[in-house]
């Protein structure tokens, strides 16, 4: 896993796609318990090097009710992202996670973290890639739904503060979706 993690660390496969340059974002373990499977690393994490280290990772950890030890402590929780770098900035937000990374490195990756007990898809990219056609015609029916995925995948919208709307619309995600994502990480964890 150490090799694995510092080949993908020297990875510049889409550099000349990337405003910021490559700076791969991901860690976990052989003993990783929860895998975590989010979209890229925004302009803040592209900086501290530090994954969900954000408004969006605050929101992910409330969520888990899970704190920063156990959140950032390999053995526990694996992080990784659709793409790995910071993908630079849209018309209406950051681009879409690049696409060489998934292909490239997640089997790789979710084959070492044979321990995990328990994966979270966060927010359509992650979700449209590993539910491929068992995906609802829209995040809000696929969280509806989290329990079709379930024990393989839990899903959940992305965590950003832009996304606050979508929960005040959709109250039933705090209180059905969170209760139960809180009980199966103590379950894990």
Request: proline content about 8%; overall charge positive.
């Amino acid at each position: 896993m150490k090799q694995l993690l510092s080949e993908i660390s020297k990875c510049t496969i889409c550099a000349e796609h990337l405003d910021l340059g490559p700076r791969p974002i991901v860690s976990g373990s052989t003993e990783s318990k929860v895998i975590i499977i989010g979209q890229a690393p925004g302009t803040v994490v592209h900086r501290t090097g530090v994954p969900w280290d954000d408004k969006s990772g605050e929101n992910l950890r409330t969520w888990m009710d899970m704190d920063n030890d156990t959140f950032y402590d390999p053995k526990k929780v694996g992080l990784v992202p659709m793409g790995f770098c910071y993908p630079g900035k849209g018309k209406t937000g950051d681009l879409p996670p690049r696409k060489e990374c998934a292909p490239l490195w997640h089997h790789q990756l979710l084959q070492k973290m044979n321990e995990a007990k328990l994966t979270i898809l966060v927010g359509k990219y992650a979700q449209d890639y590993y539910l491929k056609e068992q995906s609802k015609r829209t995040l809000t029916d696929t969280v509806r739904n989290f329990k079709d995925y379930l024990p393989n995948y839990f899903v959940l919208p992305h965590p950003s503060p832009r996304n606050n709307i979508w929960q005040a619309k959709n109250e039933w995600f705090k209180a059905e979706v969170l209760p139960e994502l809180k009980k199966r990480i103590k379950e894990v964890v």
